[in-house]
Every structure is written in C-alpha cells, then in structure tokens.
C-alpha cells in the first residue's frame, strides 16, 4: 500500500515517552522495569464478527483497545505499550478519510487516559480488521491467574451483564427493544469500560481472575478448568440492569446475562475472609462489586433458580467456529 508511510505519520505516529524507541523502526524498544514481569496478549477485531460495517470508527478504535486493557486488567497488570495491526480495505483509504481520523480519535482517546503508548503495529491492504497487542507490567510473581481459585471461595463480579449482549439481539432483530433501552445499552457493546484498576488492586486480595468476554459461564468455566473446581451460583445474584431484568422472562435475555459476553466486566474468587476488604474496595472506585456464588469441589457450573432448581441452558457462551444455529 503506497499510502502505508502516510497514514502511519499522519494518523498514528505520536512520541512514546515511555519506551525507549517508538514507531519509525524494524521494531520498538521497551525497558523492562526491575521486579516486574510484562503480560502481552492480542486481540483482533474483524469486520463482519466482532462489528458491523457502519460501527462508527471512533467507538471502534476506543473498543479494539478497551477489549485488550481488559486482558491486562484480568491479570492484575498495567497496560504500558500497545502495538496495532490494522487491515484497511483500499476503498476506506481513497475515500473515507474521515474513519481514520476518528478511529484514532477513539483509539488515542482511551490510551491516553490510561498513558498506554502506541510503539509500533502494521498496516496493510485487505478486509478491515484491527488487531492489537498489549503489553502491561505486574510485580514478577504476583500477576493474576485463571488457576488458583480455591473451594469455598466467593465468586464476585464486577458491574452488571448482558446489556451489550441485549442490544446487540436488537440489532440482529432477534429481540425488539424500546428506543430508550437501546440508548442506554449501546454504550456497553460499544464503548466497554476496561476494569483496569480494579484488577490491580485485586492482586492482594483474589485468588483467581478472568474478564468476561464470551460470557459469565464460558469465562467462570475458564476459571474452574484450570483451577479444577466447580462452582454454584444463584442466578437472582447475577448483577444485571434493570433494562435487562425486565426482559429475562425471556429465554434470549437470560442467555444474554449467563452466555451472552462482550461484557468485559470481572469475574474473581476471593476468600470469604476478604469479604469486608471487596465492599470496601467496590466502595472505593466506585464499582459495582456482587457476590455470586461459591466454588465447590468437582467440575463444571451450577446454576440455581430462586427457588434453588437448577437452570439448563443451551448456550454457555461464543465459540468461534463451532456450530451454532
Ligand atoms: P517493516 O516493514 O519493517 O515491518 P513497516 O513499514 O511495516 O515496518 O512500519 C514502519 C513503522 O511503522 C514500524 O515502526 C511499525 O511498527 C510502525 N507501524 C506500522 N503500522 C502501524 C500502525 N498501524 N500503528 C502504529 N505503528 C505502525
Ligand atoms: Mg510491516
């Protein structure tokens, strides 16, 4: 792509202060700060699975990147350095150059607040995807994992559920929500809030943690393979909005709420012991923080209904490239 140089120094060269070479050679150079470990993990957005092709390009480029904060804030790490692959479609860069500029409106925006430096990336010719790599540092031996979570420990979760998921049905006409509804759940498929600084803090306190991206029971699964547990929650605990509570006579809302994902909220186990030491840290930012459940002995989830029988569903959660229907 002959315009490659140009959109890399219009739309995405910035000073890097924080590494010790950013964008402009074969590769970047970060300083490993003593007593720390890096976590570095990628996540790709591609046009057509993960967005629509009318997303508007700033809650794109701010999405693409709060996705990969929240894999930083689910090891507890903080985000440093990002790199950005991006794919753009020929059409795109001849005759919307607008997207671009608002892309990395939305992109810089969120890296900012969070001083996260953009040091390299590719860009080349093809369907749009964006793809990212993060790079956060973790004190070196404290970093949280999926494994760890132990029996009789809470099951929390931060925020509330299923709203992107709900909105998102709308928008594939699976479900019909009020104009009102669908202002107020947009903002959680688009713009997704990362806990970053929750899961910092979590590293004193939780055992084991994950973000939940493909949904609460996929993602707690997650947690209980690799720690080799169960686990039983209460669905009446599960945090969800009020919007979302309204429809959950509905078999898509609760599925939304257990299976739906793109929620990018927390999901912990922490000793009951810590119990007073988690409402004072939700009190402290300002988060939501709810109690859901309790990891057993065994394998797999429970669900329970108020009534406390147990709830079956069909779908726990999105897999790429499995068959659904
Ligand atoms: P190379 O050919 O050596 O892989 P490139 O020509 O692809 O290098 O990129 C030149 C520089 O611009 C490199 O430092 C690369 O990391 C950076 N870069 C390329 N695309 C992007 C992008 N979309 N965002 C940020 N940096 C980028
Ligand atoms: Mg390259």
């Known amino acids: ?77 903080t985000p440093r350095w990002v790199l950005l692959a991006l794919t753009l479609p020929d059409d795109l860069v001849k005759h919307q150059t607008s997207w671009l500029t608002e892309f990395s409106a939305g992109f810089f925006a969120l890296a900012d607040e969070y001083q996260v430096a953009l040091i390299g990336g590719d860009t080349t010719a093809g369907p749009l995807s964006v793809c990212i790599q993060i790079i956060g540092e973790v004190p070196a031996g404290k970093a949280l994992r999926r494994r760890g979570a132990q029996i009789g420990d809470d099951i929390w979760i931060s925020g509330h559920l299923g709203d992107a998921a709900l909105v998102l049905n709308h928008e594939l006409k699976k479900i019909s929500l009020a104009e009102d509804e669908i202002t107020q759940c947009l903002p959680a498929l688009l713009m997704p809030a990362a806990r970053v600084e929750l899961g910092q803090r979590l590293i004193e306190l939780a055992h084991s943690a994950i973000d939940i991206s493909d949904g609460l029971l996929a993602d707690l699964g997650h947690i209980l393979t690799a720690s080799e547990k169960s686990a039983c929650i209460a669905m009446d605990k ?23 994902g793109d929620d990018y909220e ?58 659904r229907g």
Do not use: Q, W
């Not at 945090?239 to 939304?256: D, G, R």
């Open 1 to 77: 792509m002959n315009a490659e140089f140009d959109i890399i120094s219009r739309y995405f060269r910035r000073p890097a202060p924080n590494a010790v070479l950013g964008i402009g050679d074969d590769a970047a150079l970060i300083a490993v700060p003593a007593n720390n470990e890096l976590a570095i993990s990628t996540d790709a957005l591609v046009c057509g699975t993960h967005f629509f092709v009318d997303t508007d390009p700033y809650k794109l480029g701010y999405k693409s990147l709060a996705v990969n904060l929240s894999d930083m804030a689910a090891m507890g790490a």
């Open 238 to 260: 599960i945090p969800c909005s009020a919007i979302l509570k309204k429809y959950l006579s509905m078999p898509l809302a609760t599925e939304c709420l257990l299976a739906g």
């Open 266 to 323: 927390l999901c912990f186990t922490a000793s009951p012991v810590n119990r007073n030491k988690v409402a004072s840290l939700a009190e402290e930012l300002d988060i939501h923080l709810t109690r859901i459940g309790e990891v057993c002995s065994g394998k797999g989830v429970i669900v329970k209904d108020g009534e406390g029988k147990i709830i079956t569903l069909e779908s726990s959660g999105y897999e790429h490239f499995s068959a």
